[in-house]
């Protein structure tokens, strides 16, 4: 039986939980309020700021597919915009977008050779994965349709990878 391992553990999203209230580097109630607020009004771009980052990685993996260039730029553009994505989508409730953007970026980390069709047909999946996530508006963890995903690119990169 394969063994689940798909987990979404979502951290504190809230700017308190993350600043100090007392002892040195004290943050005021005020100031508080206004960094949460400021986090708040941005999350109506996420989604567009999203799209240009799926742009983004959409275009290094299709010159990763096609050949084009040194193969190690290209992965290496694929995984900054991943670290992007992974460090982005949590605060903006789209955690199952940081997730599949850590996977990733474990994959290239991993990897550790120059990456053959599989490889880079793996990368494929996440993209497109992103894609779905975002098309459909998949907020939190994205329900068991997300954990269905998540888990599929999980023994993806488990099959690759051993």
């Known amino acids: 039986m394969a063994k689940e391992k798909a987990e979404i553990i979502k951290p504190p999203n ?3 939980d993350k600043v100090s209230v ?4 004290v943050v005021d109630e005020a100031m508080l309020k206004k960094g949460e607020q400021v986090i708040a009004d941005m999350a109506g771009s996420y989604l567009e ?8 990685i959409q275009a290094a993996y299709e010159t990763l597919a096609t050949g084009d260039g040194d ?12 670290l992007d994505i992974k460090g982005q989508g949590g605060s903006f409730n ?3 977008m940081t997730a599949i953007g850590g996977e990733l970026c474990n994959l290239i980390e991993k990897l550790g050779k120059e990456p053959g069709r599989s490889e880079i047909e793996a990368v ?6 992103m894609h779905l996530v975002i098309q459909n508006r998949m907020t939190g963890n994205g329900g068991a349709q997300g954990k269905a995903i998540l888990m599929g690119i999980q023994k993806v990169c488990d099959k690759l990878l051993a």
């Open 49 to 56: 700021w999203m799209q240009e980052d799926l742009a983004k």
């Open 71 to 82: 193969i190690k730029s290209n992965m290496d553009a694929v995984f900054k915009v991943s």
């Open 94 to 96: 789209y955690d199952l």
């Open 22 to 25: 007392t002892g040195p580097g």
């Open 14 to 16: 809230n700017l308190r």
């Open 124 to 129: 494929k999946i996440h993209i497109d994965a």
